[in-house]
T-cell receptor
Framework: DGGITQSPKYLFRKEGQNVTLSCEQN?????MYWYRQDPGQGLRLIYY???????QKGDIAEGYSVSREKKESFPLTVTSAQKNPTAFYLC?????????????FGPGTRLTVL | DQQVKQNSPSLSVQEGRISILNCDYT??????FLWYKKYPAEGPTFLISISSIKDKNEDGRFTVFLNKSAKHLSLHIVPSQPGDSAVYFCAASISGNTGKLIFGQGTTLQVKP
């Protein structure tokens, strides 16, 4: 089955610790995205990557970092510089860069910083 | 600056009736629009889309209408079913751009049996 996997489903960390969220896709999609969802708000773009070894900041990139060393993988690191990291994080991918194809989403990771 | 707005946080309809979810946008450069459905603690799933060259797109019980002059789109669900109860997000993008989607805040639909 093709799809996007995010692990773990729930993640707890102490304040001040960096944490890395995993995102893997086997859809052979070029583009990958990270979003954050907070209660009562839409999805806000953190980072996106249109091709391996290249990525761009989204609307709320401060306090986050990413890498794209492989086409299938786009991990997101939530650093201690992120002031309000507790949120639901969603990874997505799309078939083509530069076109408005629909994005396919993973199941999400709920991060709680204690 | 909220470029895509869903002004109704929630909507409740009776099973079998029509559900109408609305979305407004401000950027006239948007030329592709999508609707996603999301259940709690899950990722959104794509529902239906429409290009700006059309004013209507239909897929089974779901129809999206686009009014470019008013910068408004709506999703119609007929007939509504209890399983349609979820959060619905509209999203917009610009073709030839980066593939980025701009999402609205979402509308929670409750379909009562």
């Amino acid at each position: 089955d093709g799809g996007i996997t995010q692990s773990p489903k729930y993640l707890f960390r102490k304040e001040g610790q960096n944490v890395t969220l995993s995102c893997e896709q086997n859809l052979n999609h070029d583009a990958m995205y990270w979003y954050r969802q907070d209660p009562g708000q839409g999805l806000r773009l953190i980072y996106y990557s249109q091709i391996v070894n290249d990525f761009q900041k989204g609307d709320i990139a401060e306090g986050y970092s990413v890498s794209r060393e492989k086409k299938e993988s786009f991990p997101l690191t939530v650093t201690s510089a992120q002031k309000n990291p507790t949120a639901f994080y969603l990874c997505a991918s799309s078939i083509s860069q530069g076109r408005s194809y629909e994005q396919f989403f993973g199941p999400g990771t709920r991060l709680t910083v204690l | 600056d909220q470029q895509v707005k869903q002004n109704s946080p929630s909507l409740s309809v009776q099973e079998g009736r029509i559900s109408i979810l609305n979305c407004d946008y401000t950027n006239s450069m948007f030329d592709y629009f999508l609707w996603y459905k999301k259940y709690p603690a899950e990722g959104p799933t794509f529902l239906i889309s429409i290009s700006s060259i059309k004013d209507k797109n239909e897929d089974g019980r779901f129809t999206v209408f686009l009014n470019k002059s008013a910068k408004h789109l709506s999703l119609h669900i007929v007939p509504s079913q209890p399983g349609d109860s979820a959060v619905y997000f509209c999203a917009a993008s610009i073709s030839g751009n980066t593939g980025k989607l701009i999402f609205g805040q979402g509308t929670t639909l409750q379909v009562k049996p």
